[in-house]
Antibody, heavy 119, light 107 residues
Framework: QVQLVQSGAEVKKPGASVKVSCKASGYTFTGYYMHWVRQAPGQGLEWMGWINPNSGGTNYAQKFQGWVTMTRDTSISTAYMELSRLRSDDTAVYYC????????????WGQGTTVTVSS | DIQMTQSPSTLSASVGDRVTITCRASQSISSWLAWYQQKPGKAPKLLIYKASSLESGVPSRFSGSGSGTEFTLTISSLQPDDFATYYCQQYNSYLVTFGQGTKVEIK
């Protein structure tokens, strides 16, 4: 079945970086864009950007430009999201979500990765 | 960037009620709007896409309507499993935005 499995929870200190992985299975990884969305505790969903796994092309929300890097490894069907210069307000659950192909929105989601930033 | 505004932020309703949530876009997005349901501790789930198309497996009591800048999500008869937070999301442009969410609570 189609699924996205994300890496485990992380605890980081302010100023550090975190890299979250998202392994895809059950479909052709390079055929669908991958989004990253985060959710701070008790808050709503915040879109961070997407990556085209086929070309490696990316598009980031303005807020995250220069601060987030999305990459992929097609040999293992895995997308990555790296956030640098972490602050306490980056504490959130980070989700990867498959883009259905531009018509149906985000149809498959990972289980989420909790990133806690604390000194 | 396109801003998405949902109303209300919180809605109290009873089982069996008809519930309507509104989402407004700051500029026209045609019909490129999706609705998601999220329960505590879980990832969002796609309910409606292209404003009014029901995702496979989603109960028919959920429906969506609208185009341009005004959209609605309707639950025709609220069920116990429907108490959750709902988000709209526009995908008209390469830059995606979500509404701030509507929490549907038990009255």
């Amino acid at each position: 079945q189609v699924q996205l499995v994300q890496s485990g929870a992380e605890v980081k200190k302010p100023g550090a970086s975190v890299k979250v992985s998202c392994k895809a299975s059950g479909y052709t990884f390079t055929g669908y864009y991958m989004h990253w969305v985060r959710q701070a505790p008790g808050q709503g969903l915040e879109w961070m950007g997407w990556i085209n796994p086929n070309s490696g092309g990316t598009n980031y929300a303005q807020k995250f430009q220069g601060w987030v890097t999305m990459t992929r490894d097609t040999s293992i069907s895995t997308a990555y999201m790296e956030l640098s210069r972490l602050r306490s307000d980056d504490t959130a659950v980070y989700y990867c979500a498959r883009d259905s192909g531009g018509v149906r929105g985000m149809d498959v989601w990972g289980q989420g990765t909790t990133v806690t930033v604390s000194s | 960037d396109i801003q998405m505004t949902q109303s209300p932020s919180t809605l109290s309703a009873s089982v069996g009620d008809r519930v309507t949530i509104t989402c407004r876009a700051s500029q026209s997005i045609s019909s490129w709007l999706a609705w998601y349901q999220q329960k505590p501790g879980k990832a969002p789930k796609l309910l409606i896409y292209k404003a009014s198309s029901l995702e496979s497996g989603v109960p028919s009591r959920f429906s969506g309507s609208g185009s341009g800048t005004e959209f609605t999500l309707t639950i025709s008869s609220l069920q116990p499993d429907d108490f959750a937070t709902y988000y709209c999301q526009q995908y008209n442009s390469y830059l995606v935005t979500f509404g701030q969410g509507t929490k549907v609570e038990i009255k």
